[in-house]
């Protein structure tokens, strides 16, 4: 088993930053590649961006110029960032750890990103 915890969610401004955190335990040497998904309300769950575990990144391309994916490896927790920039009213959504991607069979119990003035 593999356990998700996100954090770093909240309500920021347009134009504003945060910086989600993942804390994965557990089995976690199964893991190489984790990522973050998110979810609108009213639209599907879709990917933001993977990180494996040598550090290799993929972003959708609409977020490559706001978003940065990042990890530290520890023996027994690895923990997954999400550094969102110059954040939109479309990027409202709950947001999601999840390992192994891309098709994940872990997910975090999510945390809130609203975007609004």
């Known amino acids: 088993q593999v356990q998700l915890v996100e954090s770093g969610g909240g309500l920021v401004q347009p134009g504003g930053s945060l910086r989600l955190a993942c804390a994965a335990s557990?089995?976690?040497?199964?893991?190489?590649?984790m990522g973050w998904y998110r979810e609108a309300p009213g639209k599907e769950r879709e990917l933001v961006a993977t990180?494996?575990?040598?550090?290799?990144?993929?972003?959708v391309d609409s977020r490559k110029d706001r978003f940065t994916v990042s990890r530290t490896n520890a023996k027994n927790t690895n923990t997954l960032y999400l550094q969102m920039n110059s954040l939109k009213p479309e990027d409202t959504a709950m947001y999601y750890c999840?390992?192994?991607?891309?098709?994940?069979?872990?997910w975090g119990q999510g945390t809130q990103v609203t975007v609004s003035s």
């Open positions: 999840a390992a192994p991607v891309p098709n994940p069979d872990y």
């Open positions: 557990g089995n976690i040497f199964r893991i190489n590649s």
């Open positions: 990180i494996n575990s040598n550090g290799r990144t993929y972003l």
